[in-house]
Each structure stands twice: as C-alpha cells, then as structure tokens.
C-alpha cells in the first residue's frame, strides 16, 4: 500500500499555539494534499504543494515538502477552539490521474484546541 | 447549495442484505469516487469513475459494486453485506485542476 503515516495520531494544544502535524509517504508523488474533517462531516481541501515546491503558505497555514525523506509537514499557527478537527494528508502518484486525481490518505491527525 | 448529496446519512443492515448508496453532485464534476473510512485507517478508494461512462476499481473493491448512471450521480452497491462492510462512506467529486470535494458521508453498521 502506498498509504501515507501521520504523526502524532493526536494533538492537543492551547488556543494561540502553533500545531505542526507530519506526513510520510512510502513512494514518489506527484504532488501530496491536506484536508480536513470536522466531527460527523466530510473532507475539505486545505492546500497542495507540488512535488517541485518546498513550501507553501495559505493564511495561517504552512506546508513543507522533502521528497529526499518522503515527508510533509503542516503547520497551523496561533490555533483557535475552531481548527479542533482530524487533518489528512493525501498524496497523487504517477499514473493517479490528473493533478487533483486519485488520492491515497494518511491516517491522520486528530487535532484539538481548548480555549 | 451547490455540493455533493449522499444519501442515506445512516443504515444499519443484517448480514446478507443488499443496499445501494446514493451520490449526487450538482458542480458539473467530471470525476466521482467512492472512499470508506474505518478508525484508524484513513480514507480508502473502493472505485472512482474518472467519467461518464467509465469505472474502475481502487484499492479496496471487492464485495462493491458501482454505477455511473448520469454525470451527476454515482452510486455504490453492497450486493451482500458483511460485518466488515460496517464503516463510514465518502462520495467526492472533482473536474481537471481542482481539489475533491466531499459528501457527509453514509455511516453503515452491519449486523
């Protein structure tokens, strides 16, 4: 399988912290993404980062990209009560299809966030 | 508004039974998937229809079968249920250069 790790499985911080969580994937991708889960809800696309890219910003969001270690990480910063979610990375991979095609998930990281 | 629809949001099966699971997406989406979820396991495609007219499998088909009736609408049947069947079940649709975007999904227990 070509299934992603995630890392921590959980993470619980105060609001105003930064929360990094990380993705490792086992062969080359063509690009890899983030999503997010709210409680009893379906996915929702965060951000993409290419396999030529090392980072990429989206408001309070950072990713990071090292295809030499198979590794991506987000980092959410100065958290609030309502980033409290479980967030996936997913990854395309040669022959998946087009950019935004098949994806293949991690097993994600539950995040919480107290006030 | 304008996302994807799934229907049923729950069902609770006896072993043996058959069901089909909706999807409908109103984005004009070229693409459909199925995906379940299981704790612990992340989101698994079991088939993906990449157009009208066309379907293949994912990494977890067997015990599925699909149906791309229309552009808008992708359903997923369960011909006889198993207790590992019981999971959560995603619909996403997307078109060329965008990302997925995902239905609530349809929480199936199966007895």
């Known amino acids: 399988s070509q299934q992603g790790e995630e890392d921590p499985q959980a993470l619980s911080i105060q609001e105003g912290e930064n929360a990094t969580m990380n993705c490792s994937y086992k062969?080359?991708?063509?690009?890899l993404q983030w999503y997010r889960q709210n409680s009893g809800r379906g996915l929702v696309h965060l951000i993409l980062?290419?396999?030529?890219?090392r980072e990429k910003h989206s408001g309070r969001l950072r990713v990071t990209l090292d295809t030499s270690k198979k590794s991506s990480s987000l980092l959410i910063t100065a958290s609030r009560a309502a980033d409290t979610a479980s967030y996936f990375c997913?990854?395309?991979?040669?022959?998946?299809?087009?950019?935004?095609?098949?994806?293949?998930f991690g097993q994600g990281t539950i995040l919480t966030v107290h006030p | 508004n304008a996302g994807v629809t799934q229907t049923p949001k729950f069902q609770v099966l006896k072993t043996g039974q058959s069901m089909t699971l909706q999807c409908a997406q109103d984005?004009?989406?070229?693409?459909m998937y199925w995906y379940r979820q299981d704790p612990g396991m992340g989101l698994r495609l079991i088939y993906y229809?990449?157009?009208?007219?066309?379907?293949d499998k994912g990494e977890v088909p067997n015990g599925y079968n699909v149906s791309r009736l229309n552009k808008r609408e992708f359903s997923l049947r369960l011909e006889s249920a198993a207790p590992s069947q019981t999971s959560v079940y995603f619909c996403?649709?997307?078109?060329?250069?965008?990302?997925?975007?995902f239905g609530d999904g349809t929480r199936l227990s199966i007895l």
């Open positions: 996403a649709s997307t078109r060329q250069g965008q990302p997925q975007h």
């Open positions: 062969t080359s991708i063509n690009n």
């Open positions: 980062i290419r396999s030529n890219e």
């Open positions: 997913a990854g395309t991979y040669p022959g998946g299809g087009t950019s935004y095609g098949k994806l293949t």
């Open positions: 984005m004009n989406h070229n693409s």
């Open positions: 229809s990449a157009s009208e007219g066309t379907t």
